[in-house]
């Protein structure tokens, strides 16, 4: 066994003395940017889970600075937000003490794992310098009005004390902490995410090298929906009930309409209410449910009707019922639904549960029995409609839509699932938004020359509880100054989310100390776009969704170069722990690389860990498969600690060698790590095979050096004390990735598959360039063969050439 802790060691400080990771601005030669999703520094470290992603993208970086690419790979902190100030209040340390101590502790372990990162260009979301240009985004968006102050009803977490964005929710529950979370009115700052989402969705056709389950999960995340607008006259009143819907063609089965319990109009028409108690009973029992709750479709439906109200139908002026139901959102559409019990699951439930009328207009267009038990959802062709009578869905829209725009009742409407960001957080650790409140001047923008608004040193930053962010009660922070009048003026004392500093991050990188702009435009011109991005597929609707908006945004301002911020997406298949669990301290299944490394080496983590299966699936950890990678590279180090040449090389070895060398560089390209390691360890079996039954090499050093270069990027500890033994001067790393011959690759002999009928007979071991008529002979020549073809007529011969002979026989 070689000593790994030594040779680890030494090559890491030599590394970092002699630069080896530094990015070249060399413009005469092609860039390559492969990025990792910046990790949250938590308080816990990194467990072997994390890095695969991380290997992965070192194996990549490596691979193409040795096929003389420049190459942009750097890493960071996202370390605002949430996460990190629970951390510090339940150590009782502050923020910024307690993630400077994380980041720490991940950089030595990411070091440890011999990742090629230029540390030169880290950079950490916390630090001023950072979130200085955070701001300045902001203050971009808010200028352009995608920035706007709303006082609506926003997801709130009754745990963490802060607003949270539907993109902060699982289940209906705070992501962070698993709090069922309550809708409560306040006042917060909201990003227009909206004006983007067509962009957002129409744009994602220009990223074919994305995984199209990315794809499909922001499709439908945006959740674009075409359909129209209808205005229901209320009875006796100017009021009218605004419905979004996609199915109009149904709008003769409508029997009654459903406002959300948060629906303004409610209060509009609390003087034709006649059941006003039981009313606002309803609606405060509403509030205490989530959205998730509330659309459950297995949930029990309820809801009350109205009294003394009645809309009318505008396409045969029928009146109609009205009830408010909590199985309605007020977040989506316009608030109201037009209920057709027919042809929708839960208008159907809630009708059969309050005895209400289920009126058929659309029938299936073969006329097959409708289950009268429950909803037909399908398009069809329309009955009981009028002129529509004997239209298909899609015909009737399109008639139906012209007639409301026509007659004023109505228009053709895009609606969107996708809600506007909601940008605030009531807690201390983010970036302070840039702007002040004037009492003559109203909202007023922080002057750019005055970014970035420092977040203040404080002992006390705990959530206050009202709502209001721990700043409000920080005096020398909140007042100040109005930047447009000089008077009296207080700060905004709301945060940004932890999202925010990670929403272009991957500029930064490209020009991390310019303190005059964002990025210079030419060197991100240069470097941009990302060409390969990794990382889970957990952001695909938070982080992916929020950076495009962002760096569309800085598109149209002229910014950045490009519309699109990352070429290639690839999702890491996670490692969960031996029982089966995901790897947690809960569960006391966690592992350390760096005991890990200390034990059996950095590389034999690496390699274990590209070994264990596709990329992209999660997988087991197995210590058994660990000690295999460590073995394996024993098997190297012994191999070339004892080279013994020969005048002559081995021409089946010397042919693998080549067939390695383009296996493995292609199987880099396509993330098959698994399979490329699978080639290495056969090649280096035929090696120790040769060697112990001849006691010399079957190749020659040159020969050999090949193999070190491609085990490189794997394991570059070892290889780079290997090339440094084969009396190489300079790094290996400064060296070139190896052609492979196409020649040497070709087989001279190969295996013909020999069927008579179809069915094998026999394999026959023959020159690769044999022709159809010897192939014929030595087929019908085998013994095994024999016997099939005795005394049979042969009718047919078929050759596939370097694959096999059938020889077709009449039975």
């Given at each position: 066994m070689y000593d790994h802790l030594n040779i680890e060691k030494k090559w890491q400080k030599i590394w970092e003395e002699k630069k080896i990771n530094k990015t070249s601005e060399d413009k005469n030669k092609p860039k390559y940017y492969i990025l990792d999703m910046f990790p949250y520094p938590s308080g816990t470290g990194l467990h072997v889970g994390h890095p695969k992603g991380y290997i992965a993208t070192d194996i990549f970086a490596r691979y193409k600075r040795l096929n003389n690419f420049n190459?942009?790979?750097?890493?960071?902190?996202?370390?605002?937000?949430?996460?990190a100030e629970n951390y510090a209040i339940k150590n009782k340390v502050h923020p910024q003490e307690a993630t400077d101590k994380n980041i720490a502790i991940f950089k030595e372990q990411l070091n440890r794992l011999g990742l090629s990162y230029d540390w030169e260009r880290e950079i950490n979301t916390t630090d001023p310098n950072y979130y200085k240009w955070t701001q300045w985004i902001f203050l971009q968006m808010y200028k352009k009005g995608l920035a706007y102050e709303s006082y609506e009803p926003i997801n709130w977490c009754p745990s963490c004390q802060t607003g949270l964005a539907n993109e902060d929710l699982e289940n209906g529950l705070c992501e962070r902490c698993g709090t069922v979370?309550?809708?409560?009115?306040?006042?917060?700052?909201?990003?227009?995410?909206?004006?983007?989402?067509?962009?957002?969705?129409?744009?994602?056709?220009?990223?074919?090298?994305?995984?199209?389950?990315i794809k499909e999960m922001q499709k439908n995340w945006i959740g674009r929906s075409e359909g129209a607008e209808i205005k229901f006259k209320i009875k006796n009143r100017e009021d009218k009930i605004s419905v979004f819907t996609t199915r109009v063609d149904t709008i003769f089965g409508c029997t009654y309409v459903v406002l959300a319990p948060e629906n303004k109009l409610i209060s509009n028409l609390k003087s034709n209410i006649k059941n006003k108690e039981e009313v606002e009973e309803y609606i405060e029992k509403a509030k205490n449910k989530t959205d998730l709750q509330r659309t459950d479709l297995n949930k029990d439906k309820s809801g009350v009707k109205l009294n003394g109200v009645k809309a009318i139908n505008p396409f045969n002026n029928e009146e109609i019922e009205v009830y408010i139901a909590d199985y309605v959102l007020n977040s989506y559409g316009t608030g109201a639904v037009m209920a057709v019990p027919a042809h929708d699951e839960r208008d159907f439930e809630f009708a059969k549960k309050y005895n209400l009328e289920i009126r058929k207009s659309i029938t299936s267009i073969n006329n097959s029995e409708v289950n009268a038990d429950k909803a037909f959802t399908e398009d069809g062709i329309l009955l009981n409609s009028d002129n529509y009578n004997g239209l298909s869905s899609k015909e009737a829209r399109e008639k139906m839509i012209d007639w409301l725009e026509e007659s004023g009742h109505g228009e053709k409407k895009i609606n969107y699932k996708i809600k506007d960001w909601v940008f605030s957080r009531q807690r201390?650790?983010?970036?302070?938004?840039?702007?002040?409140?004037?009492?003559?001047?109203?909202?007023?923008?922080?002057?750019?020359?005055?970014?970035?608004?420092k977040l203040?040193?404080?002992?006390?930053?705990?959530?206050?509880?009202?709502?209001?962010?721990?700043?409000?009660?920080?005096?020398?922070?909140?007042?100040?100054?109005?930047?447009?009048?000089?008077?009296?003026?207080?700060?905004?004392?709301?945060?940004?989310?932890?999202?925010?500093?990670?929403?272009?991050?991957?500029?930064?990188?490209?020009?991390?100390k310019n303190n005059e702009a964002l990025v210079d435009k030419q060197k991100e011109k240069y470097w941009s776009p990302v060409d390969f991005y990794v990382g889970g597929a957990e952001h695909a609707t938070r982080h992916l969704i929020y950076a495009r908006f962002w760096h569309k945004f800085l598109f149209d301002i002229k910014a950045v170069n490009y519309e699109e911020p990352f070429i290639k997406l690839q999702h890491v298949g996670l490692i969960i722990g031996e029982d089966g669990r995901k790897m947690s301290k809960r569960w006391g299944n966690v592992i350390n690389p760096n005991d890990i490394s200390d034990k059996h080496g950095a590389d034999s983590l690496r390699v274990y860990e590209m070994f264990m299966g596709p990329f992209s699936q999660s997988v087991s950890w197995n210590t058994k498969?660990?000690?295999?990678?460590?073995?394996?590279?024993?098997?190297?180090?012994?191999?070339?600690s004892d080279i013994k040449e020969d005048e002559k090389e081995d021409e089946k070895i010397l042919s693998l060698l080549h067939k390695t060398i383009k296996k493995v560089g292609e199987d880099i390209e396509s993330f098959s790590f698994n399979?490329?390691?699978?080639?290495?360890?056969?090649?280096?079996?035929?090696?120790?095979?040769?060697k112990n039954k001849n006691h010399f090499s079957p190749l020659k050093v040159d020969n050999l050096k090949m193999f070190i270069q491609i085990l490189s990027p794997f394991a570059p500890h070892l290889s780079e004390e290997l090339w440094e033994r084969m009396n190489e001067k300079e790094s290996i790393f400064k060296s070139s990735w190896p052609e492979y011959s196409s020649l040497l690759i070709q087989d001279k002999n190969i295996n013909l598959v020999v069927q008579v009928n179809g069915k094998l007979r026999a394999t026959i071991e023959v020159s690769a360039d044999i022709s159809e008529e010897e192939a014929f002979e030595v087929s019908s020549n085998n013994e095994k063969v024999k016997s099939y073809l005795e005394g049979k007529e042969i009718i047919k011969k078929i050759f596939v050439p370097k694959k096999l002979v059938n020889i077709v026989v009449k039975q």
């Open positions: 190459v942009l790979h750097p890493m960071g902190w996202d370390a605002f937000g949430l996460p979370v309550e809708q409560k009115p306040m006042r917060q700052w909201v990003l227009k995410i909206t004006d983007y989402a067509d962009r957002l969705l129409n744009d994602l056709d220009k990223l074919p090298d994305w995984e199209e389950s201390y650790w983010g970036e302070p938004i840039p702007l002040v409140h004037c009492k003559k001047c109203g909202v007023v923008p922080v002057p750019e020359k005055e970014l970035p608004v203040p040193n404080v002992k006390n930053y705990e959530p206050s509880g009202t709502g209001e962010s721990p700043l409000a009660k920080i005096e020398d922070f909140v007042n100040t100054k109005c930047p447009k009048c000089g008077g009296d003026a207080k700060r905004e004392t709301n945060t940004m989310p932890q999202w925010g500093g990670s929403c272009w991050y991957y500029l930064r990188y490209i020009d991390p498969g660990l000690i295999g990678a460590r073995k394996f590279l024993d098997k190297v180090e012994s191999f070339f399979t490329a390691v699978s080639a290495m360890m056969i090649f280096v079996n035929e090696l120790v095979d040769f």
